[in-house]
């Protein structure tokens, strides 16, 4: 076993119309804003960009993402990754009844080098700060789309 690799996924579900949360999720630069544990987003250029990310452990990941998939019409958004991280990440957003439904997956290899020597007694932690994190994101973006975040138009995010 890689005690470096991890895969992750998280359901979210939404009173909110699926294209509404897909244009949220689409502008990566504005998660700051609603997801507490996304301290910092910078673009990069139109389809690329850097997050800075804390959540409980008390560090910092960085990463870059490139846009690899943006499909509005099938609710996908995939971006490869790099930095601390590396792999991918992918939101998948489907109508759910009157609302939607986010299937989040993720796929990386920790390369930042505290975290890969904390690897084997850390991971039950790393796993637990990731889940953490992943509630902060729902919670949040509850919240934005209650307060009407997902009616602009789509921009092409990271």
């Known amino acids: 076993m890689d005690w470096c690799r ?16 897909y244009a949220v999720l689409a502008r990566a630069e504005d998660y700051p804003r609603w997801w507490p544990q996304m301290r910092e987003v910078r673009r ?14 008390p ?12 499909d509005p019409a099938g609710g996908v958004l995939e971006v490869a990754l790099g930095g601390d991280l590396e792999g991918w990440a992918r939101w998948t957003v489907r109508p759910r009844g009157a609302g939607a439904r986010v299937l989040f997956r993720q796929e990386v290899v920790v ?24 509630r902060g994101g729902h919670r949040g973006l509850r919240r934005e789309l209650a307060a009407g975040g997902g009616r602009a138009a789509a921009a092409p995010g990271i």
């Open 6 to 21: 991890y895969r992750f996924r998280a359901h979210w579900e939404f009173d909110a119309a699926p294209e509404a949360v």
């Open 44 to 57: 990069a250029e139109r389809e690329a960009g850097a997050a800075r990310i804390r959540s409980l452990i």
């Open 59 to 70: 560090f910092d990941l960085m990463i870059t993402a490139r846009l690899t998939r943006e």
């Open 111 to 134: 390369r930042k080098s505290l975290l890969r020597r904390l690897a084997v007694p850390g991971r039950p932690f790393f796993r637990a700060n990731h889940a953490l994190m992943m």
